[in-house]
């Protein structure tokens, strides 16, 4: 992939994400400042519906793939879940076992995560796509 295609990717990976990361905190102050439901049932549900959006989005628009969707949504749900618990497990282990800063688990998670995700969606999640969205130059759904 070139230079140019894979800064074109990523700013597509950051731009999902981003969304996806604004959904997530927006729902989750509205469930438990509107409606009243305990962080501990929003922010999964907050998370599930970001999710929802993550996939689409980075499936259409990152990685162009217009390949049959069960695989890769399996995949994906797959990969959200251990995401998901790798957010829970970072800041217990930067906080609770080595001490750290609160601001620093919520780094190493904003930063970790998203590398990881990266890598694992453009190589075993969304691969199927067409050598020409490989290279990407894919139209964007």
């Known amino acids: 992939m070139t230079t140019p295609s894979l800064t074109m990717r990523l700013a597509r990976m950051i731009l999902v994400g981003g969304i996806a990361t604004l959904l997530y905190a927006g729902s989750s102050l509205a469930m438990t400042t509107l409606a009243g439901l305990p962080l501990t049932l929003a922010s999964p549900l907050s998370y599930g519906l970001a999710s929802i959006w993550s996939y689409a989005g980075h499936r259409w628009l990152t990685f162009g793939d217009r390949q049959p969707a069960p695989r890769s949504a399996l995949r994906f749900s797959a990969l959200t879940m251990a995401g998901y618990g790798a957010a829970a497990a970072i800041p217990a282990l ?3 076992t080595f001490g750290g800063p609160p601001w620093l688990s919520i780094l190493v998670v904003c930063i970790a995560i998203p590398a990881a995700n ?3 969606l453009s190589r075993h999640i969304f691969s199927g ?13």
């Open 94 to 96: 930067v906080t609770d």
């Open 129 to 141: 796509s067409s050598p020409a969205t490989q290279a990407g130059m894919g139209q964007p759904g």
């Open 118 to 120: 990266y890598m694992i």
